[in-house]
T-cell receptor, first 113, second 114 residues
Framework: KNQVEQSPQSLIILEGKNCTLQ??????????LRWYKQDTGRGPVSLTI?????NTKSNGRYTATLDADTKQSSLHITASQLSDSASYIC????????????FGKGTTLSVSS | NAGVTQTPKFRVLKTGQSMTLLCAQD?????MYWYRQDPGMGLRLIHY???????AKGEVPDGYNVSRLKKQNFLLGLESAAPSQTSVYFC?????????????FGPGTRLLVL
């Protein structure tokens, strides 16, 4: 069964600190892996998209890594800000059309001052 | 450029009532999707469309119908609402290239079925 598992479920960090969120998947075939940020009461916003051949991609203070051999991805947030408080969702696509996107349940990050 | 918009933002229905959720995008995207998001669960695909005039079932299509008469609009219908359809509904769109394309989401519609 295609599944995307994220850990931890929730995380609290102090402003300015770094953190890493984990994503493990059992999706086949594999087309790409996406990370989304979802603020409370808003729709998800795309942070990064990585295909099989890419093992790292950055978007500002967000850096995603992908190990296609172990089927693991991580999202590293550097120098966290209060505005980083959100749910971070890992999504794996099983086809190029985007019609087989398997969503993780998300990691809820709270950044406190 | 408004991106993806959804109407209404919030709605309360009684069991058995019907309603239509409207999604509109101004990015000329081919692919459009309807998802529902429930507490403790990931987003689940209800229906999707790969182009004007085409629709297909997703993971949880029962109780919903869709139409894509115009490229920019994707409608989600509930013919006879049930309390189990209480959820937050998100529409999304994506360009035609698939793998490397960014998926854009609307702000969501919160539906409460009593």
């Amino acid at each position: 069964k295609n599944q995307v598992e994220q850990s931890p479920q929730s995380l609290i960090i102090l402003e300015g600190k770094n953190c890493t969120l984990q994503c493990n998947y059992t999706v086949s075939p594999f087309s790409n892996l996406r990370w989304y940020k979802q603020d409370t009461g808003r729709g998800p916003v795309s942070l990064t998209i990585m295909t099989f051949s890419e093992n790292t991609k950055s978007n500002g203070r967000y850096t995603a890594t992908l190990d296609a051999d172990t089927k693991q991805s991580s999202l590293h947030i550097t120098a966290s800000q209060l505005s980083d408080s959100a749910s971070y969702i890992c999504v794996v696509s099983a086809n190029q059309a985007g019609t087989a996107l398997i969503f993780g349940k998300g990691t809820t990050l709270s950044v406190s001052s | 450029n408004a991106g993806v918009t959804q109407t209404p933002k919030f709605r309360v229905l009684k069991t058995g009532q019907s309603m239509t959720l409207l999604c509109a995008q101004d990015m000329n995207h081919e692919y459009m999707y309807w998802y529902r998001q429930d507490p403790g669960m990931g987003l689940r695909l209800i229906h999707y469309s790969v182009g004007e005039g085409t629709t297909a079932k997703g993971e949880v299509p029962d109780g919903y119908n869709v139409s894509r008469l115009k490229k920019q609009n994707f409608l989600l219908g509930l013919e006879s609402a049930a309390p189990s359809q209480t959820s937050v509904y998100f529409c999304a769109s994506m360009g035609p290239q698939g793998a490397g394309e960014t998926q854009y989401f609307g702000p969501g519609t919160r539906l409460l079925v009593l």
